[in-house]
């Protein structure tokens, strides 16, 4: 799948460094959201493993008890990436602007991506390198949920519906050719759309998309 030149754009067409240049010590979903991811890396991830935190912050939502080989990030602000605990070492990059990631071929047993993918507008060719930097078997999961920085995003994922963006991602992995059939993980909220979007009221719903390198 290739997106058309108009849904890469933003309504922001300023350099994403401008707008990433202020750190942001906030997490941007609920709770409620954030735990269940925890969980979910604490039942698919391996302990003393290779992970790549990929669009990071200053936190990684990785379980605490659960050590890890060496925990590489990236991310867009220094000073976030500088505050979270868990990276080892990290990297700032504008993958918008250079989508070639700096890592050897098949180094990593996972690959992670938290509440970011909306912000992609080259994600076939971060989702070739994702395959390319994954040893065999290696496991990928972006998670999303229906928050963004709106002047940001894309405009298939600002224009579309939740469930169009589970479908939008699961066409970025089905678009290299060695991933597994994704599996998605779909969690509602029960709490009003428009409360969500304002932050309000917790219940943000939670989506994520798993699938491995099988070749």
């Not at 460094?17 to 941007?28: A, C, E, K, S």
């Not at 602007?97 to 996972?110: G, K, S």
Request: cysteine-free; glycine content about 6%.
């Amino acid at each position: 799948m290739l997106l058309r030149p108009e849904e890469r754009t933003k309504l922001d067409g300023t350099a994403d460094t401008l707008f990433y240049d202020f750190p942001r010590f906030v997490t941007h979903v609920d709770e409620g959201f954030i735990q269940q991811l925890t969980d979910l890396y604490g039942e698919r991830l391996q302990p003393q493993t290779r992970i790549l935190d990929l669009m990071s912050s200053w936190v990684s939502h990785l379980p605490d008890e659960m050590e890890f080989a060496h925990v590489e990030g990236h991310g867009m602000n220094e000073a976030e990436l500088a505050r979270n605990p868990r990276l080892n070492h990290f990297f700032v990059q504008d993958l918008n602007q250079n989508p070639a990631l700096p890592l050897p071929d098949r180094t990593f047993d996972a690959v992670l991506n938290t509440v970011s993918i909306q912000y992609l507008q080259y994600p076939e060719a971060i989702f070739s390198e994702i395959h390319r930097i994954l040893k065999p078997g290696g496991i990928a999961i972006v998670s999303f949920s229906n928050r963004m920085f709106y002047q940001k995003a894309i405009q298939i994922w600002r224009e579309g519906t939740e469930s169009s963006r589970l479908q939008l991602v699961k066409q970025y992995f089905q678009g290299v050719p060695g991933f597994s059939a994704p599996e998605i993980v779909s969690r509602q909220s029960q709490v009003p759309a428009f409360l969500q979007m304002l932050g309000r009221g917790g219940g943000d719903p939670f989506y994520a998309l798993i699938s491995h390198r099988i070749l």
